[in-house]
Each structure stands twice: as structure tokens, then as C-alpha cells.
């Protein structure tokens, strides 16, 4: 069983960054795809960004190409989104999410089999 907590969430400013940490426990990190996803109030959740165990294959939703950056740490078990020039409509609840196996679709929730609790960012205007 894996177990993902999530940090660094908070409240800032448009324009401003953030960066989230999810930190990995319980299972075989390295093998693992690691995406981030996010929830907003009456929305759907949505993939934001994903990364192969490698890091070999990485992908991001269009609308935060360009502003954030996932990268990941087999060592420490750690995967991070770094998150810049952050809008409003990035406000939601961000969820780190693992993927075991092989053949993944970084975009598919259904792909990922562990889930953190989220962290709250809030952009204001």
C-alpha cells in the first residue's frame, strides 16, 4: 500500500508561485507514474501534469504549459510541481496520484491507482 501526503499549498497572489511536494511511502516509488491533478469548487477533477518513473515522459494539461514544472526525486520519494505565474483559475485542490505499472496514460485518473488527501492553492486577484 502507498501512501502520498501532499504540501506546500497556501494562499498567493496572481502572478505569484508555489511550489507542491508530495512525499511517497509504502511501495516501490521508482517504478512508479506520478501525475498531479486538481479539483475546483463545482468542477470536475483534471490532470495537470504527469510523470513517467524515468522521467523520460512527461506531460502537461495545456493550460498550465509553460507556468508549471513537474519533476521527481527516486532517492527521497519525492515528486514536486512547481507552479509559476499562477491565475485565479488555478485555484482548486491539488492531488498527487501514483501509477504502477507499465503502459500508462499520464492523463487518466483511472490509470492511477494511489491518491493523496490534496492541498488547498487559492490565487487571488
Known amino acids: 500500500q502507498v501512501q502520498l501526503v501532499e504540501s506546500g499549498g497556501g494562499l498567493v497572489q496572481a502572478g505569484g508561485s508555489l511550489r507542491l511536494s508530495c512525499a511517497a511511502s509504502?511501495?516501490?516509488?521508482?517504478?512508479?507514474?506520478m501525475g498531479w491533478f486538481r479539483q475546483a469548487p463545482g468542477k470536475e477533477r483534471e490532470f495537470v501534469a504527469g510523470?513517467?518513473?524515468?522521467?523520460?515522459?512527461?506531460d502537461y494539461v495545456n493550460s498550465v504549459k509553460g507556468r508549471f514544472t513537474i519533476s521527481r526525486d527516486n532517492a527521497k520519494n519525492m515528486v514536486y510541481l512547481h507552479m509559476n505565474s499562477l491565475k485565479p483559475e488555478d485555484t482548486a485542490v491539488y492531488y498527487c496520484?501514483?501509477?504502477?505499472?507499465?503502459?500508462?496514460?499520464?492523463?487518466?485518473?483511472?490509470?492511477?491507482?494511489?491518491w493523496g488527501q490534496g492541498t488547498q492553492v487559492t490565487v487571488s486577484s
Open positions: 496520484a501514483a501509477a504502477p505499472g507499465w503502459g500508462i496514460d499520464l492523463q487518466s485518473s483511472y490509470d492511477y491507482n494511489y
Open positions: 509504502g511501495g516501490a516509488f521508482s517504478t512508479y507514474a
Open positions: 510523470i513517467t518513473w524515468n522521467g523520460d515522459n512527461i
